[in-house]
């Protein structure tokens, strides 16, 4: 019996197995918070000491740098001075990582080691917020790592974590863009700033990688589309404020890029031709990554496993209709429209919006043929599938009425799949998919990381000066100190020299200056190893777009099927064109016809839309002419080129008279 009050009243108490239910709620909550922040701790832990342990800055990732030296030394975003092209593809990170090393002045391979470890590691927390968010958070189940298991696993989501390149910049922007979509979908107020804030995120789509304007484009439209907060403003004005807000930096940026370089995109597009379509070579690079690893067995298990719990979660919420079959068949557009809208901003949209854009993106890396790196082009994607599953939440089974927890299939079978994606990770994670070493195999994708650490013989490749030990290197900087006279440096089969053709002299009181010229193809190592002053170009058009602008080989090596005779280079540099002064294999007939063939008058106006003095005449030209100078092409052949511009060949002798 319960104790009396004073006048004799019985005091109200508790059912002892209500108390006991709510203390068994508080502890298993506290639970669960434990383990969610544990897997996290856990799951983070085990990224940044395998990102650690394979740390190394890529060959291209020091593509970067150079136009940080530039941009530090007050030549604007340039990869040589003088030459306005955009050589990397990622806008964003070229000015992260430009901020940052202005920011410390340290030395700029340690500050972008730092920014990609940071930016890869916070990846994989927002990811897993998110979707603790998106399965009710850590009251309701146990939370634990699955899907982000899975990315830490593969070697080549280590090895581009450290790599210099933007992978970590893009999966940041990803799980940030997925974390604040959730919230916003469940969210009982959506307060303005937060949906400002979410329109800027989605907007940087395309700076960040221009391919992710898919997934910015369509958060931006489910976000648009959804109902409006309800503000001061008028929803039309709201709307028209948030898209100005997403489009501000985006748009702006592509107008002056446009001014700037003249193309509407990185050039880096133009050179490996990312509008054309190597399909079979695709698949090859898709399995590439998915076989050796038997990759398809985790996201089949995991896939499953997401639809169990969705199941799940509707039978324990089951949705009340507010119309029946009839009414429903007679609702007008406007109303289904409405229920449209509505059901944008919910968890499954945001599911779907992901899921979708991880699908459009393998598809359009499969037509383009994928990439020469292993795994690289396709992390991206893979992070999409995997963000609504990077975590799994564990329900217990409910006490029946008798107090008794019955296992259910639910139950058993997510359990099942987190126990099963860790086994696979711990397979994934010791499993090596390329044994070639420094070998490129005939599909042309190689393990970059250990093709560099062979190569080079350092165990972690990460300053410029490490690379001076790969072939070639020191001999270039020897022979640049050995032609103070001014040279054009073209490869040669022997590791230890180069071939050099001289500069003219200069002609007597003029104020012309010696200068030095590196054909390579790895534009990387080579221009972090000279001076600024040192231009450095590729035959396959990263940083020439002469080259860049050649047509596609058909069957060159993907990412690296363009490459430009050096006869053009000679030209086109002002070297000594003839014999002795030139290698022997280059011929004075195809210099003489690249002489002519770089005079096509198309040919100068590409190359006047980077080199010319950027006056504002020049700007505005190159803005209205960047779509057409994108689409120009010209022929490799020098002699096919003349004919395809309707010049006069000089070494073919003149029609006969008629």
């Known amino acids: 019996m319960g104790e009396e009050r004073e006048g004799g009243e019985p005091t109200a108490q508790l059912p002892i197995g209500r108390a006991r239910a709510d203390e068994s709620d508080a502890r298993f909550s506290r639970l669960s918070r434990a383990t969610f922040i544990g897997g996290i701790a856990l799951t983070?832990?085990?990224?940044?000491?395998?990102?650690?342990?394979?740390?190394?800055?890529?060959?291209?990732?020091?593509?970067?740098?150079?136009?940080?030296?530039?941009?530090?030394?007050?030549?604007?975003?340039?990869?040589?001075?003088?030459?306005?092209?955009?050589?990397?593809?990622?806008?964003?990170?070229?000015?992260v990582v430009w901020f940052f090393s202005w920011l410390t002045q340290l030395r700029l391979e340690y500050v972008v080691l730092g920014i990609a470890l940071t930016l890869s590691v916070l990846a994989i927390v927002f990811a897993m917020l998110g979707a603790a968010r998106l399965w009710g958070g850590t009251g309701s189940a146990l939370l634990v790592p699955a899907g982000a298991l899975v990315y830490i696993a593969l070697p080549p989501a280590r090895d581009y974590a450290t790599s210099g390149l933007e992978n970590c910049l893009v999966i940041f922007w990803l799980a940030v863009l997925w974390w604040g979509m959730v919230r916003w979908s469940q969210a009982e107020k959506v307060r303005p700033a937060t949906l400002f804030a979410l329109f800027f995120w989605a907007g940087l789509a395309p700076l960040i990688r221009p391919e992710l304007t898919i997934v910015g484009g369509l958060a931006l439209l489910v976000l648009f589309c959804a109902p409006v907060p309800r503000t001061r403003l008028r929803p039309w004005l709201f709307r028209t404020l948030v898209v100005a807000v997403a489009g501000l930096i985006p748009v702006g940026y592509q107008i002056w890029?446009?001014?700037?370089?003249?193309?509407?995109?990185?050039?880096?597009?133009?050179?490996?031709?990312?509008?054309?379509?190597?399909?079979?070579?695709?698949?090859?690079?898709?399995?590439?990554?998915?076989?050796?690893?038997?990759?398809?067995?985790?996201?089949?298990?995991?896939l499953v496993a997401g639809l169990v719990l969705m199941r799940q979660h509707r039978a324990e919420h089951p949705a009340l209709s507010t119309a029946t079959d009839t009414e429903a068949t007679a609702q007008n557009w406007r109303t289904r429209l409405h229920r449209l809208s509505v059901w944008l901003r919910t968890p499954a949209a945001v599911v779907t919006l992901m899921v979708g854009s991880g699908v459009v993106l393998t598809v359009y890396e499969i037509r383009v043929g994928g990439d020469f790196m292993h795994g690289r082009m396709l992390l991206p994607q893979l992070f999409c599938l995997l963000l609504p599953v990077s975590v799994l939440p564990i329900r217990l089974p409910r006490p029946d009425a008798a107090g008794m927890r019955r296992l259910n299939w639910a139950f058993v079978f997510v359990l099942a799949a987190f126990l099963g994606t860790a086994g696979w990770a711990l397979f994934a994670a010791n499993t090596t998919a390329i044994k070639t070493g420094t070998t490129i195999r005939a599909n042309g994708i190689v393990d970059e990381r250990i093709y560099y650490v062979l190569r080079t013989g350092h165990d972690h490749p990460i300053l410029a000066t490490d690379y001076l030990d790969y072939p070639w290197m020191r001999a270039m900087v020897r022979d640049i100190d050995n032609s103070p006279d001014g040279a054009l440096l073209i490869v040669s089969p022997s590791y230890m020299n180069w071939y050099l053709v001289p500069q003219?002299?200069?002609?007597?009181?003029?104020?012309?200056?010696?200068?030095?010229?590196?054909?390579?193809?790895?534009?990387?190592?080579?221009?972090?190893?000279?001076?600024?002053?040192?231009?450095?170009?590729d035959q396959m058009g990263l940083a020439y777009p002469l080259a860049a602008h050649t047509d596609r080989l058909t069957d060159g090596r993907i990412g690296h099927d363009k490459a430009l005779y050096p006869d053009?280079?000679?030209v086109d540099t002002g070297?000594?064109?003839?014999?002795?002064?030139?290698?022997?294999?280059?011929?004075?007939?195809?210099?003489?016809?690249?002489?002519?063939?770089?005079?096509?008058?198309?040919?100068?106006?590409?190359?006047?839309?980077?080199?010319?003095?950027?006056?504002?005449?020049?700007?505005?030209?190159?803005?209205?002419?960047?779509?057409?100078?994108?689409?120009?092409?010209?022929?490799?052949?020098?002699?096919?080129?003349?004919?395809?511009?309707?010049?006069?060949?000089?070494?073919?002798?003149?029609?006969?008279?008629?």
């Open 575 to 658: 070297m000594v064109d003839k014999h002795p002064w030139m290698p022997a294999f280059l011929d004075e007939k195809w210099v003489t016809q690249a002489r002519t063939a770089l005079s096509c008058p198309d040919t100068q106006a590409l190359l006047a839309s980077s080199r010319a003095p950027l006056t504002f005449e020049r700007w505005r030209h190159n803005l209205t002419q960047a779509l057409d100078f994108a689409k120009y092409r010209i022929d490799r052949v020098p002699k096919y080129e003349i004919q395809r511009c309707g010049l006069v060949d000089p070494t073919q002798p003149p029609p006969p008279a008629k």
């Open 504 to 537: 003219p002299q200069p002609v007597p009181g003029s104020d012309e200056q010696p200068e030095h010229t590196v054909f390579f193809l790895n534009l990387g190592m080579t221009s972090m190893n000279v001076p600024l002053d040192v231009r450095v170009i």
């Open 257 to 302: 890029r446009m001014g700037y370089y003249g193309l509407p995109y990185p050039n880096t597009a133009v050179a490996k031709d990312a509008g054309g379509a190597k399909w079979s070579h695709g698949f090859t690079y898709l399995w590439d990554l998915v076989g050796p690893y038997w990759l398809w067995v985790p996201l089949l298990v995991l």
């Open 44 to 95: 983070v832990t085990l990224f940044a000491a395998g990102a650690w342990q394979r740390r190394w800055i890529a060959d291209d990732g020091l593509i970067v740098l150079r136009t940080v030296r530039n941009l530090l030394a007050g030549n604007g975003p340039v990869f040589n001075a003088g030459d306005r092209v955009e050589t990397n593809t990622s806008a964003a990170w070229t000015y």
């Open 568 to 570: 053009w280079v000679v």
